[in-house]
């Protein structure tokens, strides 16, 4: 069977396949945004949407990212390949595909994406946090030494903590040695905690967050077991 890559910017029918058949079954609801809410960032234009399909046109995996063109970062949002398709080199390939599409597209621009701390258990559906940080790490990424937690999808009580923050591409312009400016990051965080929990909160971890943006020498990356 022969697959193909296909982009989409505006809502359409491979777009709710996309959503429905695969990202409900790979991602808990609490780190998965609406249906709507997806639909309306292709709609407005600062999301796009990668989708790997078969000959009859079915996706096998996908990958939707948005642009916060403020501060000029690209997040991969979702990323997942149908538990049949998984372990073929499917993803890998479409990662890889993707962040060189919007570095291109987006330079200059750092590319970040936001996973599960490999420390979590488990899930049958949802995939193993490690494996996971072991494919992102094989694809270049690099993880953020900063305490992320997914913005709360409808306010701060909702939050996901235990994330971790990964830099899949850094333009020269944003890397210092092996650490990544955080000024373009905090700006990121700050747009994305406004949009989702509806303000920037002053709670502690919220403050803590947004420090480890500001310190000299930029943020530092590297893999995760050398943070541990
Ligand atoms: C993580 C994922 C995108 C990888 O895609 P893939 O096509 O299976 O990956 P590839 O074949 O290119 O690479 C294989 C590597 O992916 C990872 N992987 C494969 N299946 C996985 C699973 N069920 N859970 C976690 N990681 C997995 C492993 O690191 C694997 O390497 P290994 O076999 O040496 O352990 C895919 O497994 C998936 O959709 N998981 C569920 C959703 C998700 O975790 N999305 C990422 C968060 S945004």
Known sequence: MGFSTVERTAPDALFTAVYRDLFEHAFPPE???????????????????FAVVDDAGTPVAAA??????????????????????RGGGIGGRLLRDAVNVW????????????????????HDAHGDPRRRLA??????????D????????????????GMLLLVLH????????????????????EEYLAEVEGAVGSDGNARALLDAFDRPGGVPAGKWR???
């Open 31 to 49: 780190e998965l945004d609406g249906e709507d809410v997806l639909a309306a960032a292709l709609e407005r234009g600062s999301a796009n949407l």
């Open 135 to 144: 494919f992102y790490e094989a694809a270049g990424a690099r993880v953020l």
């Open 64 to 85: 939707f990212g948005e642009w916060s063109a403020a501060s000029r970062v690209q997040l991969l949002t979702y990323l997942a390949v149908g538990p049949a398709a």
């Open 170 to 189: 850094a333009a020269p312009e944003f890397t210092i040695g092996d650490a990544v400016a955080g000024a373009p990051l905090r700006a990121f965080v």
């Open 226 to 228: 050398a943070q541990q």
């Open 103 to 122: 570095s291109v597209r987006r330079n200059p621009c750092i590319v970040v994406a936001e996973i599960e701390d490999p420390g979590a258990p488990a």
């Open 146 to 161: 900063v305490p992320y937690f997914q913005p709360g999808i409808g306010g701060p009580d909702r939050r996901v903590h």
